[in-house]
T-cell receptor, first 114, second 114 residues
Framework: GENVEQHPSTLSVQEGDSAVIKCTYSDSASNYFPWYKQELGKRPQLIIDIRSNVGEKKDQQIAVTLNKTAKHFSLHITETQPEDSAVYFCAARLNDNQGGKLIFGQGTELSVKP | GAGVSQTPSNKVTEKGKYVELRCDPISGHTALYWYRQSLGQGPEFLIYFQGTGAADDSGLPNDRFFAVRPEGSVSTLKIQRTERGDSAMYLC????????????FGPGTRLTVT
C-alpha cells in the first residue's frame, strides 16, 4: 500500500526566514497531495493541495512543488511569522475521482522564533 | 456554512466498555472518513463512506471497531470492549464526491480508556 515519509520531524526558523518540508510517497498511482496545518489541540486545516497534472502551486506565502518522477513533493513557506508555528502534515491519495483515503506523513513541528 | 462537527469532544471510559462517537459532516458532502490520531503522529485512516455504504474499511484495526452511516449523513463509530490502546483522537472528515474533493476535518473526539 501507499507509504508517505516526511522530513524533518522538527524545524526551527527565525521570523522572516523560509521553511521547507519534504515528503516522499511510494505509490506512483497517487495523484492528489494535500498539506494540512494542525495547531495544538485543533483540527487539521487544509492549507494547500496539488494534483498530479501540475508541478507547482502558490498561494500567497506558501507554495507546493511536485516531482512525479522522483515521487517527491515539498511545502515552501516564505517570510515565516510566529503564527505559522504548528505541526504540518503532508498526505497522498490514490483515487481523485471519487474521493478516497488520505495517507499522512508523520508530521513536521515548525517553530518560528520572533 | 457549518463545518464538520463531532460529539462528544472528550470521552473517558473504562477498559472493556462500549463507546459511540458521532460525526456530522458538512451538508451535501457525500463522502465521510474516519481517522485515528495518536499523540505525535499523523492521522491514520480507519474507514471511508460514499453515501450510506462503506467504500473502504481496510483501516479498521479489528472487529471491535464498526461504523455506520444509515442515512448517508451522520456517522457513528462504535468501539466494543475498549482497550487502553484505543486511546487516541478520533477525527472525522467529509468531502464532496468528484474532482474537487478536498477533505475537511472535524475537531475530533479525544477518547481515553482507563
Amino acid at each position: 500500500g501507499e507509504n508517505v515519509e516526511q522530513h524533518p520531524s522538527t524545524l526551527s526558523v527565525q521570523e522572516g526566514d523560509s521553511a521547507v518540508i519534504k515528503c516522499t510517497y511510494s505509490d506512483s498511482a497517487s495523484n492528489y497531495f494535500p498539506w494540512y496545518k494542525q495547531e495544538l489541540g485543533k483540527r487539521p486545516q487544509l492549507i494547500i493541495d496539488i494534483r498530479s497534472n501540475v508541478g507547482e502551486k502558490k498561494d500567497q506565502q506558501i507554495a507546493v512543488t511536485l516531482n512525479k518522477t522522483a515521487k517527491h513533493f515539498s511545502l515552501h513557506i516564505t517570510e515565516t511569522q510566529p503564527e505559522d508555528s504548528a505541526v504540518y502534515f503532508c498526505a497522498a491519495r490514490l483515487n481523485d475521482n471519487q474521493g478516497g483515503k488520505l495517507i499522512f506523513g508523520q508530521g513536521t513541528e515548525l517553530s518560528v522564533k520572533p | 456554512g457549518a463545518g464538520v462537527s463531532q460529539t462528544p469532544s472528550n470521552k473517558v471510559t473504562e477498559k472493556g466498555k462500549y463507546v459511540e462517537l458521532r460525526c456530522d459532516p458538512i451538508s451535501g458532502h457525500t463522502a465521510l472518513y474516519w481517522y485515528r490520531q495518536s499523540l505525535g503522529q499523523g492521522p491514520e485512516f480507519l474507514i471511508y463512506f460514499q453515501g450510506t455504504g462503506a467504500a473502504d474499511d481496510s483501516g479498521l484495526p479489528n472487529d471491535r471497531f464498526f461504523a455506520v452511516r444509515p442515512e448517508g449523513s451522520v456517522s457513528t463509530l462504535k468501539i466494543q470492549r475498549t482497550e487502553r490502546g484505543d486511546s487516541a483522537m478520533y477525527l472525522c472528515a467529509s468531502s464532496r464526491a468528484g474532482q474537487r474533493s478536498e477533505q475537511y476535518f472535524g475537531p475530533g473526539t479525544r477518547l481515553t480508556v482507563t
